[in-house]
Nanobody
Framework: QVLLVESGGGQVQTGGSLRLSCADS????????MGWFRQAPGKEREFVAV????????FYSDSVKGRFTISRDDTKNTAYLQMNGLKPEDTAVYLC????????????????WGHGTQVTVSS
């Protein structure tokens, strides 16, 4: 059983930083790619970043590349999303997903989902 719990969201001003955490209280995450997605009100769910499993590869959406960093600590069964240089358009609920079947950039392909954490960036 994989149980993903996100934390670290909050409200910051433009240019601020937050670090989101995604803890898997079920099984070890080391075998799973871990992805972050976000969904803003009235908008479609958007891929943000993914960290591969044993390959440890990472990919980012163009909208966050250079500002966000995904990492993972497999000894703690936790993935992170360090978000710097936040902008109002980053405001969304951020979701942690794990274990995709197929394309990493499609949320529908992931087998395990967290409930999300709200990030609000004020101007």
């Amino acid at each position: 059983q994989v149980l993903l719990v996100e934390s670290g969201g909050g409200q910051v001003q433009t240019g601020g930083s937050l670090r989101l955490s995604c803890a898997d209280s079920g099984r070890s995450i080391e075998v799973y790619p871990m992805g972050w997605f976000r969904q803003a009100p009235g908008k479609e769910r958007e891929f943000v970043a993914v960290s591969g499993g044993s390959a440890a590869s990472t990919f980012y959406s163009d909208s966050v590349k250079g500002r966000f960093t995904i990492s993972r600590d497999d000894t703690k069964n936790t993935a992170y999303l360090q978000m710097n240089g936040l902008k109002p358009e980053d405001t969304a609920v951020y979701l942690c997903l794990a274990d995709p079947d197929g394309s990493w950039s499609r949320a529908e392909n992931y087998n395990y989902w967290g409930h999300g954490t709200q990030v609000t960036v004020s101007s």
